[in-house]
């Protein structure tokens, strides 16, 4: 029989390094994680997103975070996608890591980005599931470079993007909540990545290079 990971292989990757574990958003964690970020995700006074998806009204959070991760999966395509895993820590649902690019069979360069609920920032999670991710990314979907950003006033994500091993590319100036906000842009490549101690252990990831035109036969 079919299984839907058959047909979405996002949905059937699992990327474990230590404790932690990034796996693909079946609609069970869709439920999970927009529970957990309904608790909180930042201050209401802050805003590290480029889009501030985290400032949707209450009664309509749960059903905007289910539509954002069933559209990534509609939209997919080998020329533009996302791919958005849950991160759990120790078999608990912390937060989500992600990649999104356009071209990629050209470019091999993609931009991460990710989020952690409140209750688990602060414990070095942050670090760990982007070095996770991006080992993912290099030794096993084959990316040449990784991107990333921050506002100038996040300093713990350009914190971690320091201990990863990225380096600053330019600033760029974007609207936030109505007021000129600084982005700090950030580029990594293999040469320059700092690895954490954890081993990989990846499932699905056939399936996957296949669906973004990796290991395709000529």
Request: with cysteine; proline share 4%.
């Amino acid at each position: 029989m079919t299984d839907v990971a058959d047909l979405l292989p996002a949905l059937g990757l699992r990327v474990s390094g230590g404790d932690l574990e990034l796996r693909g958003v079946t609609d069970d964690l869709v439920a999970e994680l927009a529970d957990l970020a309904a608790r909180g995700v930042h201050h209401p006074d802050r805003m590290p997103f480029t889009y501030p998806w985290t400032d949707a009204a209450p009664e309509d959070f749960g059903r905007s975070f289910a539509q954002y991760h069933w559209r990534t999966r509609a939209e997919f395509s080998p020329s533009s996608w996302a791919l958005n895993l849950a991160v759990l820590h120790r078999g608990r649902v912390v937060g989500v890591q992600g990649v999104t690019t356009s071209d990629f069979l050209v470019t091999r360069t993609g931009e991460t980005g990710s989020w952690l609920g409140l209750a688990h920032q602060g414990k070095g999670l942050g670090t760990v599931m982007r070095q996770v991710m991006c080992a993912f990314l290099f030794d096993h979907l084959d990316f040449t470079e990784i991107t990333s950003g921050a506002f100038s006033d996040n300093p713990a994500s350009l914190t971690v993007s320091a201990k990863v091993g990225h380096v600053a590319n330019g600033t760029r100036r974007l609207e936030r909540r109505g007021e000129q906000a600084e982005m700090t842009q950030l580029v990594l490549t293999p040469a320059a990545f700092r690895r954490g101690p954890q081993a990989l252990e990846v499932e699905g990831v056939d399936a996957f290079r296949r669906l973004i035109g990796l290991d395709v036969a000529s």
